[in-house]
């Protein structure tokens, strides 16, 4: 191969894409700016800023696979931007927030749910080939982060305080650290097709999340979020309940 040839080949091999990309690192910066404000104790903002790379982290592989610009660079720099805006920032807000009065067990924690953020996104990456696309396997860093973020958000817009509330910060953080590396499957809504026609009534609950959401985002989406995190444990209950046999009693 010419020199020049080769040359034009190894540059279009280092290259990236743009726009998926470009909107990968805006998340990165979102979560980035989550730990700012954390360190200066805005935390609404933080907050907010979490949820606004969760938009983004949904955003930006659904227009590489729209326009056809996956790539291996863009699924690590992806996963890399997951754990800073879903991984340290949750852990940094919520022991800024509440957990530092609780000492050594404050950080102890804050480190748990940043730990389960870590080894839930390694096991997703090796796990891509095999694993069902129906579930997820453990509640996905997304949801864990909205879970922490939500929390303080809500927390912040009623006004909730007391001493009660380290506790509650405490469980909360640790439960999503936690479930986030366990083996509760999540519906993930993969299958859900929305080229496809629907019965008009399923534009309803739409409407009324909408409204609610409109009427007071943090209140409807820490609900939205606190149902999908126990949704996986009824999942299991359900199938467990199911599996197991019924036990019949002889009579005399």
Known sequence: MHPHAKRRATLRHQSIYLLPNSVTLAALFAGFYAIVQAMNHRFEYAAVAI?????????????ARMTHTQSAFGAEFDSLSDMVSFGVAPALVSYEWMLRGLGKLGWIVAFIYCAGAALRLARFNTQLEVADKRFFQGMPSPTAAALVAGFVWVSLDMAWDGPYMRWLTLGITAFAGLTMV???????????NIRKTVPFFLLLPTLFVLVAIAASPPVALFALFVAYAFSGYVIAAWAYLRRKPSVHTSQP
């Open 182 to 192: 366990s083996n509760v499957r999540y519906y993930s809504f993969k299958e859900i």
């Open 51 to 63: 949820f606004i790379a969760m938009v983004l982290d949904g955003i930006d592989g659904r227009l």
